[in-house]
């Protein structure tokens, strides 16, 4: 089912999506939240007749395999979800995640990192980066994709691979969180146009996120860290997103540091609208899939 584009943003200021992101209170009451009734993370029982699911712990945490079930993989992609470090993996991560396994032929890793309260930046990137690290070391080579507060993750353990002497990673990268002290002297301007997030909610929980790591390291703010010697980005962003100007910031960094960066902005579109229900969320699959496939 496609949704008309305007719908959307009427739907997400009916829900207040942004609760927990536009104001300090709202942010405390979603971590207090998430620590009484956590989230269910598992997969959707009906995903898609043309994938397989297995499951298995690592570091104590529950990960997930998508694999093509109607021919083999060629592939490998670590796909860390967002949600803002309070919230689980939705069904629209899950069906993208099955789209990439089933229609560019991927194994699609999905480590499920602990949220606030209990979790922080250091647990998430370690976990994030051991799951890397096996499937480089069983496959050879592997992708990394990550929506949001999963971006953050996914171009932070980017880095540190580079780090490790591993290149030619390409990494996917849809409406990330760059820089988690939301200091862009741009985001007062996009702010009233944004139905989703915000900048003072989003300053607590990057700090709570942090938990004792400077807001300027980069396994918390990525954009703090270099880009010298990664591989090849795509990066989509919508214009009705506050982390839509630390993207630009990102794309020239990488840029000048000799990075291959695809940006993909979209006028008028919202926070991951890849994973929406539209028809620019549907074309930005589409690509997504073709990105991966042709790595």
Known sequence: MIVPEAAVPLFLRATHANAPFVTEAG??????????????????KHLRPDVRVDVHRQGGSPVYTVTPSRQPPLRDVVYVHGGGWV??????????IAQLAAEARATVTV???????????????????????RVIDRRGRVQ???DSAGGQ????????LRDQGVRSLRTVLVSPALDLGFSNPRIPEVQPSDPWLGRDGGR?????????????????????????????MLVHTGTHDVLNPDAHLLVAAARSAGVDVTLRERPGALHVFPLLPTRSGRAARQEIVAAVRGA
């Open 27 to 44: 942010a405390h009451r979603a971590v207090r939240r998430q620590a009484l009734r956590p989230e269910p993370f598992g997969p959707p």
């Open 87 to 96: 919230h689980e993996i939705a069904p629209q991560h899950w069906a993208l």
């Open 111 to 133: 480590p499920i990192y602990r949220l606030l309260p209990d979790g922080n930046a250091r647990q998430a990137h370690d976990l994030v980066l051991d799951v890397a690290r």
């Open 144 to 146: 990394l994709a990550g």
């Open 153 to 160: 993750i996914a171009l932070s353990v980017a880095q540190t």
């Open 204 to 232: 607590v929980l990057g700090h709570l996120w942090a938990d004792g790591l400077s807001i300027d390291d980069p396994v918390v703010s990525p954009l703090a860290g270099s880009f010298h010697g990664l591989g090849p």
